[in-house]
């Protein structure tokens, strides 16, 4: 019976590794579903698809995650296989065999039935996660994949040199938001980092501005002019994103394009 006995454990630790795999695969920024196709692949040693393998072998945290998982996968395949094969080796007798076959294929049921249960499975996963995120730095986020950064936006440090149009005005004033641009940190020229910055915070020449979106426009914005030139740049940007974002064109505001007219006019 003892060999019977290391065959459930065998088979327990490794639906406990699995899940464990599954849930840090998960901290790492992937879905559930992916996550726990990924764990079973893994330990099972089936293939994956070329955007899948892409996406762990260039992310430190889950390539580890993989390898550890493939190398307990080939550990607990071969235990598994031989308590199994002493486990039908032993029987003296008929009777003995059909005992540990009909006991084998009954816990082998208890199991199916308790990995199926939507209940154990969110109690274990809360746990789990809990002691990963207590004790472990699992949950480094795979950004380039939440941010996009790997199609058309990116995140650049952008130098405001003099005579640049963002320099000497405010994030509020700046208004990139229309343009599609999210100013997420500044950069001053004494080392002094203001993140997420407000409104109200202001951009002087000398700072470096820390900004995600399109690559296109955050390239039109390392030279945009100062005055009136760099304002009308604003307003076809702002006008680009809102045909991109699928909205109709806007009339111009006269109002505000006066409005940049006399607050270029008064800076110079």
Do not use: C
């Amino acid at each position: 019976m003892a060999s019977i006995v290391s065959f459930f454990v065998i088979i327990l630790v490794s639906l406990l590794v699995v899940r464990v795999a599954a849930i840090m695969l998960k901290l790492t920024g992937m879905s559930d579903d992916i996550a726990k196709f990924q764990a079973r692949s893994a330990f099972t040693t089936t293939g994956f698809t070329s955007r899948e393998t892409e996406s762990i072998v260039n992310h430190p945290v889950r390539r580890k995650i993989i390898l550890n998982l493939m190398l307990l996968g080939n550990v607990g395949l071969v235990s598994f296989m031989s308590s199994l094969i002493i486990t039908f080796v032993q029987p003296s007798t008929d009777t003995d065999l059909l005992l540990r076959v009909a006991i084998i294929v009954g816990g082998l049921l208890v199991l199916y039935l308790i990995s199926r249960s939507r209940l154990l499975d969110r109690v274990l996963s809360r746990i789990i996660e809990r002691f990963l995120r207590r004790f472990t730095r699992v949950y480094a986020k795979d950004y380039d994949s939440l941010l996009f950064l790997s199609g058309e936006f990116e995140i650049v440090k952008l130098p405001v040199r003099e005579g640049n149009w963002l320099a000497g005005r405010t994030v509020a004033e700046l208004q990139l938001s229309d343009e599609g641009v999210l100013i997420i940190g500044v950069q001053r020229g004494d080392g002094y980092y203001v993140g997420v910055p407000r409104g109200s915070t202001s951009i002087y020449e000398g700072d470096e501005v820390i900004l995600y979106g399109r690559e296109e426009v955050i390239r039109g914005l390392s030279d945009r002019p100062v005055g009136e030139a760099g304002d009308t740049q604003h307003l076809q940007a702002v006008e680009v994103q809102r045909v991109f974002e699928g909205k109709p064109k806007q009339k111009q505001d006269k109002s505000r394009s006066l409005f940049g007219r006399v607050f270029s006019r008064g800076r110079g």
